[in-house]
Every structure is written in structure tokens, then in C-alpha cells.
């Protein structure tokens, strides 16, 4: 067996069993950490497809920056297991049957016909000083830049939106500005006055 | 050098590329921890001199020898787990805390060609190293299952997500002028210009035409770390000591090699990324190691000065200083560079 394939397959066991553990473990936070350690596996199971620049761009934008929030979130959260899984048996057959039905879109989509060795053979080894990052970003913003700017529109919208939900100005609260703390200046707070020394 | 490793190297076989990798990670990490014993003495004198204190003096010539002194008084102390904490999660906290922080040592160049691993996208790779460091304190906070860790946890998450934003930002401006993600191409990059041909190199390094990042990634940087003015996350004085409350000898021996080499990295990136690395500030002088390592030195001084001389950020402060005033700048400086490179001004052709 060659290393690559050796490494491989130690990624994908790991990251298949974390993936198995993040919807059986009982403990949320412990979920979330399985979550992080599935997608630190696929980032380095995309490293072995020579997809270097997507492979650390997951690590540093899921498991840097989203999964903090989520753990951030899901430890705050006082979560009452036992009711979560009330419903569990009422649910378990409209859940079976969307994920058979997931299944076998994904078997049809993704099996042998269209990604088999014959039907999609490995690409040519790119050559010394190939750059995956400079050409993702040659693609990104020459051929496909409309569809690219489009997406970014498309987020920036829905950051607003989501910011603009949550935004909530009271009037008449004794809220702390920092912004106005940190602007002070002596000249506002202190006043020298001089005066003539009291004599007797 | 490979002609005398080539007995060795057939000793060992086919397993010698391993084994060889394996030296030099010993050959980085071995003075770095070196490095960290010594730079909480240098840490404690300095502060003790700020303060008009003498500092450590006891323990061998000078105090010499008191970062050994204190590092066998935390490998013979026992480890306590708290019997309501989450076991695992409790040990893998510390764990996690120094492994990125030793992790992202594989890329740092320290000299022309002496670098463990000169990946293509190093600068990247370091990022999202760098952002994974905030997993030990989450999980020691959580893990310990006690009020002053769980504080300090959350604010650990959420500073460390604030400053990589605007550090992301800085490290843009940077990759957009030096056109490459590659640590040892950056500093090459910084080593020509008007500037360098006059041979007064340290003018054409990054610093000067990315002023306000350099600023910017320092503070970010001190942020990152979690060191005083920003050490919210331990914050004595208000969460005691944060992630840290629970934990004894080794474990808690563990974060502070990290934030230690966290500072390290940190500082030796800065002189990497804005100060020329390991290039010579004049053009009469000889490039070399040891102007990186004088570099480093330097700004770990600025980091000691800092904690002597500015009193705690408040939380809200942290957050309105990262949100309000460092993202906006680096934005738009990334705007700035970017239109400067494009316009005849440039100087980057």
C-alpha cells in the first residue's frame, strides 16, 4: 500500500466515525467537538487532492471561526436532552425516509457512472510551481467573477438582514457607550482654577 | 552537509525522510522552549526594572537559573482534576492549547532556505493554525465545569474571533503587495526597492508603506495572545484566572508554554511579514539569523513594555477597539493598497 493511501485511509476512518459520533453522542458541546475534529479530516483529506488553498481555507473558516461561535452558543444553551429526544419514534419515519431518499440521489449522482477511474480519470500532476491559490483566484475573478460578486452580494444582504433583526435601540437605559468613555478628555472633566493663595 | 548524513541516512533506509524531519522538528522546538523559559525571567526582570524592582535574583548567577527552577517546581507538582469536570475534554484542553502553537513553527522561515516545511500557501497555513489556538481555552473553560473558567472561556472566543478578522485583514495588505502566500517569498520580496539600492534597506521593508497594518497586526497580535493590556481571558482581578482556575502543575504548565510560544511566533512573524525577516537593515551588512532573532527580541520588548506599562482593557473596550476601530481601518487600507498598487504610484512594479 502506498503512504498516500495510507494516509487516506486513516483520514476518512477518522472522519467518517467522528461524523457517526457528532448525531449519537448525547452531549451537545461534545457533538460539536466531533463536528470540528470531522471537519479538520476533510480539510486534510482535500490536502491529499493537491486542493491546498480550499483544504486550509475550510480549517481556518470553519473550525477557526464558525465552530467557535457555534461552541460559543451551544455552552450557553441549557439543553434539556431528555425533551429533545421526546419525539424521537414519531420522527424517526418521515426522518428514515428523507435520508433514504438522500441516499439515493447521492448514489445516483456520485456513484461509478459519473466519478468512476473511466468516467473521470485523475487529472495530469500539476507541474513544479503550480500555485492552487493563484489559480482559484485567475478563475474566481476573471471567468466566473459576475457569479462570484453575485454570491457576495448575496451574503452581504443576508448579513445586514441578520444584524438588522437583532438590532434593538432602547431609549432611557443607563447603556455604556464605550466609544464616548474612551473620547474623553481632561479638558472635559477637570478644570484648574487658579487662584490666589489665603493669606491670614 | 548530505554527503556526511549519508551513512546515517542508509542506517535508517527508507524511513530516513521521517527520521530526518523529526531531527529538525527537535532542532526547532527544543531551542523554542529554551527560548520561553528564558523570556518569562527576561519578562520578570524587565517588568522588576520597569517598576523599580530588581526581579528574580536568587536562584543561580543573576537569577539565572530560576525558569528551571520553576519548571521542575511544575513537573513535581500533581495534577489535580476537579471531580466534576469533564475528564477527557479536561486533559485535552492544555493539549490543544500548545499544539497549534507548536504546529505552526513548521512554516516560520528563519534564514535563506532554513525553514522546516516552505509550503506554498504558508501564510494561510499559519492562519488557520493561529485561529485554531482559541480550542484549548474554550474547552479548559468549558471542561472545568466552574464559573471563572466558563467566563473566561467565552471571552476567549469571542476576542480571539474579533482579532483574526482584522489581523486576516492586515495579512492581506501584505499578500497583495508581495503577490505570494509563500513566508520566504515576502521576505524576498521586501529585500529590493529604491530604498534597498541606496542600501538603506530597512526603509523599503513592508513597515513603512503599511504603517497602519503593521500598528495594527502588533496590537492584534498582543490581542491574539491574550497578554496584558487585552488578558481579559485570564483577567486576575475579575475571573481570577480564567481558563486557568482548575488546573495545576503540568496541565497549567501546558497554556503557558503556549501563550509563551504563541508570543514568540508572533513576534518572529511581524519581523518576518513587516520587518524584512532575516534581511539586513543596511546594505553594507550580512543578511542572516541573527537579525531576525534581534528583530524578535525587540518586539517581544515592546510586548514585556506594554504589559508594564498599560492598565487591563474592559471587555467592551476589547470588543469596540477590535469592531469599531480595526476592522474599518484595515478595510480600507486593503482598499488603499489595492487602488496604490493599480495606479502609477506604485512602488511595488
Redesign the interface.
Known amino acids: 500500500m502506498e503512504f498516500k493511501t495510507f494516509v487516506f485511509y486513516f483520514l476518512a476512518v477518522i472522519m467518517v466515525v467522528a461524523a457517526l459520533r457528532v448525531i449519537t453522542v448525547r452531549n451537545p ?2 457533538a460539536a ?1 466531533f463536528l ?1 475534529l470531522t471537519f479538520f479530516n476533510a480539510g486534510g483529506i482535500w490536502l491529499l487532492l493537491q486542493a ?2 480550499l483544504a ?2 475550510l ?2 473558516v470553519y ?3 464558525v465552530m ?2 457555534f ?2 452558543v451551544v ?2 444553551l441549557d439543553i434539556n436532552l431528555d425533551r429533545i429526544r421526546e419525539g424521537f419514534w414519531s420522527y424517526l419515519p418521515v426522518g428514515a425516509l428523507v435520508g433514504v431518499l438522500m441516499l439515493i440521489e447521492m448514489v445516483m449522482v456520485l456513484g461509478g457512472r459519473y466519478f468512476g477511474l473511466d468516467a473521470m480519470p485523475a487529472p495530469p500532476a500539476a507541474q513544479a510551481g503550480f ?3 493563484r489559480e482559484l483566484g485567475r478563475v474566481l475573478y476573471t471567468d466566473y467573477v459576475y457569479p462570484f460578486e453575485l454570491a457576495s452580494l448575496v451574503l452581504l444582504v443576508a448579513m445586514v438582514a441578520a444584524v438588522a433583526l437583532t438590532l434593538r435601540k432602547r431609549r432611557g437605559v443607563k447603556y ?1 457607550d ?2 464616548e ?2 473620547a474623553v478628555r481632561r479638558e472635559g472633566r477637570v478644570e484648574l482654577v487658579k487662584m490666589a493663595a489665603e493669606k491670614e | 552537509m548530505q554527503a556526511m548524513l549519508q551513512p546515517v541516512a542508509d542506517l535508517f533506509g527508507p524511513s530516513w525522510p521521517a527520521v530526518w524531519t523529526l531531527i529538525k522538528i527537535v532542532a526547532i522546538v527544543a531551542p523554542l522552549m529554551g527560548a520561553v523559559a528564558y523570556l518569562t525571567l527576561a519578562e520578570r526582570k524587565v517588568i522588576g526594572y520597569m517598576q523599580v524592582r530588581i526581579g528574580p535574583n536568587r536562584v543561580g548567577p543573576m537569577g539565572l537559573l530560576q525558569p528551571i527552577a520553576d519548571g521542575v517546581k511544575l513537573l513535581l507538582k500533581e495534577i489535580i482534576v476537579p471531580s466534576g469536570s469533564n475528564k477527557g475534554l479536561f486533559i485535552l484542553g492544555p493539549i490543544l492549547a500548545i499544539a497549534p502553537a507548536l504546529a505552526a513553527w513548521s512554516v516560520v522561515p528563519f534564514s535563506e532556505g532554513l525553514v522546516l516545511a516552505n509550503v506554498n500557501a504558508g501564510l494561510l497555513l499559519l492562519l488557520a493554525i493561529t485561529s485554531m489556538e482559541v480550542y484549548g481555552v474554550i474547552i479548559a473553560g468549558w471542561a472545568s465545569n466552574s464559573k471563572y473558567p466558563f467566563l473566561g472561556s467565552m471571552r476567549a472566543a469571542a476576542q480571539m474571533v474579533s482579532y483574526e478578522v482584522s489581523m486576516g485583514f492586515a495579512l492581506i495588505c501584505v499578500l497583495l503587495i508581495s503577490a505570494s502566500l509563500n513566508l520566504t517569498d515576502i521576505v524576498h520580496s521586501q529585500g529590493q526597492g529604491r530604498f534597498h539600492e541606496m542600501g538603506l534597506s530597512f526603509l523599503s521593508w513592508n513597515w513603512l508603506p503599511l504603517l497602519p497594518m503593521f500598528v495594527v497586526y502588533l496590537i492584534s497580535g498582543i490581542a491574539e495572545t491574550n497578554r496584558a493590556p487585552f488578558d481579559v481571558v485570564e483577567g486576575e482581578a475579575e475571573v481570577v484566572a480564567g481558563h486557568m482556575v482548575e488546573y495545576s502543575g503540568m496541565t497549567f504548565a501546558l497554556f503557558f508554554l503556549a501563550e509563551y510560544a504563541n508570543m514568540i511566533l508572533v513576534s518572529i512573524l511581524t519581523s518576518v511579514l513587516f520587518l524584512g525577516g532575516w534581511l539586513s537593515p543596511f546594505g553594507f551588512l550580512p543578511d542572516g539569523f541573527h537579525w531576525l532573532a534581534l528583530k524578535t527580541a525587540l518586539i517581544l520588548f515592546v510586548f514585556l513594555w506594554a504589559r508594564a506599562t498599560f492598565p487591563r482593557f474592559r471587555y467592551d473596550q476589547i470588543m469596540r477597539l477590535g469592531w469599531k476601530v480595526f476592522i474599518p481601518v484595515t478595510l480600507i487600507w486593503v482598499f488603499v493598497v489595492a487602488v496604490w498598487m493599480m495606479s502609477p504610484l506604485s512602488i511595488w512594479k
Do not use: D, Y
Request: net charge negative; proline share 4%.
Open positions: 458541546v461534545h467537538l470540528v491546498e488553498f486550509i481555507t480549517v481556518m473550525v477557526g471561526a467557535v461561535l461552541l460559543f455552552m450557553m500555485s492552487n491559490t455604556i464605550p466609544a468613555q474612551v
